[in-house]
């Protein structure tokens, strides 16, 4: 019976780390938006991996960078990584 809801566990916990995991990797709407042909203006930075040029907000592909208000976890303890990056 252990050895059952074990199994049951490990297949709750895969389908979960699955789901989280197509999330993550690009599966957002916005990433598959069209680029213009023709990008111009001036670039301002949004956060490590977006910036606005001119009117067009461009996001990096294949850059996975901080968020501006994103924490991480740095010998266990909380710092500013969105921040410094």
Known sequence: MR????LIATVILAIVAALLGRNHL???PK???PVPADVRGAARVIDGDSLYVGQNEVRLKGIDAPE???TCLRDGRDWDCGNAA
Request: aromatic share 0%.
């Open 3 to 6: 050895s059952i809801a074990r």
């Open 26 to 28: 690009g599966n957002n």
């Open 31 to 33: 990433s598959t938006d």
């Open 68 to 70: 501006g208000r994103q």
